[in-house]
T-cell receptor, first 113, second 114 residues
Framework: GENVEQHLSTLSVQEGDSAVIKCTYSDSASNYFPWYKQELGKRPQLIIDIRSNVGEKKDQRIAVTLNKTAKHFSLHITETQPEDSAVYFCAAHPTSGTYKYIFGTGTRLKVLA | DSGVTQTPKHLITATGQRVTLRCSPRSGDLSVYWYQQSLDQGLQFLIQYYNGEERAKGNILERFSAQQFPDLHSELNLSSLELGDSALYFC?????????????FGPGTRLTVL
């Protein structure tokens, strides 16, 4: 069935270091992969996304890579800052079938000063 | 501000009661999704509507129901409430499902069942 595994529930890094969060998806029909950031008590907000015809996408300190063969995609944050501390959710979205977004279970990133 | 509105912001009620949560999607968005987020948990997909029709169901309990009206706003009805239903309920909208693209989340309704 449709499933997105987000392997790390918590990740702690020192300020200035890089953070990588990886997700694995099962539905090969998935071709849109967003990452959402959720601060405590707030709504999830899109920070970056990638479509299946692209292998990597960057936006300043944030990047996402996609390996379609292995069915995994990763969020990369460089030069982490305290304000990057939040819960990050990955998701996979097929462009056929039910069209629902399948979310991972979330990774709590803690950036230590 | 995402353009998605949800009311009420907070709701406190007792076990056994029934409540209705309301969501208005962004202007132009035809698809509405409902999610449940329990404390320190992930986003559990409940149900999706597209242009008034149910499109997909997730782990939605039989005590819960939803609908999307002709003006595209949506309501999530929760009945026979239990303590475990206490959670943050998010509504999200997107333009057209199946094309990828951002889901815009509302601010959520925090439901507390006492």
């Amino acid at each position: 069935g449709e499933n997105v595994e987000q392997h790390l529930s918590t990740l702690s890094v020192q300020e200035g270091d890089s953070a990588v969060i990886k997700c694995t998806y099962s539905d090969s029909a998935s071709n849109y992969f967003p990452w959402y950031k959720q601060e405590l008590g707030k709504r999830p907000q899109l920070i970056i996304d990638i479509r299946s015809n692209v292998g990597e996408k960057k936006d300043q300190r944030i990047a996402v890579t996609l390996n379609k063969t292995a069915k995994h995609f990763s969020l990369h944050i460089t030069e982490t800052q305290p304000e990057d501390s939040a819960v990050y959710f990955c998701a996979a979205h097929p462009t056929s079938g039910t069209y629902k977004y399948i979310f991972g279970t979330g990774t709590r990133l803690k950036v230590l000063a | 501000d995402s353009g998605v509105t949800q009311t009420p912001k907070h709701l406190i009620t007792a076990t056994g009661q029934r409540v209705t949560l309301r969501c208005s999607p962004r202007s132009g968005d035809l698809s509405v999704y409902w999610y449940q987020q329990s404390l320190d948990q992930g986003l559990q997909f409940l149900i999706q509507y597209y242009n008034g029709e149910e499109r997909a169901k997730g782990n939605i309990l039989e005590r819960f129901s939803a609908q999307q009206f002709p003006d595209l706003h949506s309501e999530l009805n929760l009945s026979s409430l239990e303590l475990g239903d206490s959670a943050l309920y998010f509504c999200a909208s997107s333009v057209v499902p199946g094309q990828g693209g951002e889901q815009f989340f509302g601010p959520g309704t925090r439901l507390t069942v006492l």
